[in-house]
């Protein structure tokens, strides 16, 4: 790891798809040992099923759409400009209520977690990733999952 500034142009493919839409990876483990930042578009009616994390803490700022974000006992109801914290053991969900995709600039520290993307767009490319897979893919990247991630679509 260098100590060179890391910029990211609009036009760049870093990242991955995730139900066709894209998730850019801005930093990743590759560039800093403190955090990775992605610019996630999440897919109408998309639920991430609520989980926890044990060391990692993620933070959410959207950028776009609407989301209802359930931490802990708190139900946000999120909309651009919205910001949210999440230190390790918070249960939490991110759900886009809309019709329309929205999109979060969100960050994972420690940094690593954009393996777990790497990961789950493969699982996902099939279509329904098997369940055993993913739950593996999960344990091994720090999240215990509570309910199921669903989707309208």
Partial sequence: MGAEAVI????????????GHPMAFLVTGEDTRHTSMFDWTIPAGFVTGRHV???QEETFYLLEGECVWH????????TPGTFLFIPPGVPHNITNVSDKPAR???TVSPPG?????EELA??????????AALADLRK???TDQLTTLTTRS
Wanted: no cysteine.
């Fill in 53 to 55: 994390h044990r060391v």
């Fill in 113 to 117: 977690h954009e393996h777990y993307f």
């Fill in 140 to 142: 091994r990247f720090d």
């Fill in 71 to 78: 931490v802990g006992e708190a139900t946000v109801q999120a």
């Fill in 104 to 106: 979060v600039l969100m």
């Fill in 122 to 131: 493969k699982l996902a490319a099939s279509g329904s990733p098997d369940p």
């Fill in 8 to 19: 990211r142009m609009p036009d760049e493919n870093n990242g991955v798809m995730l139900r």
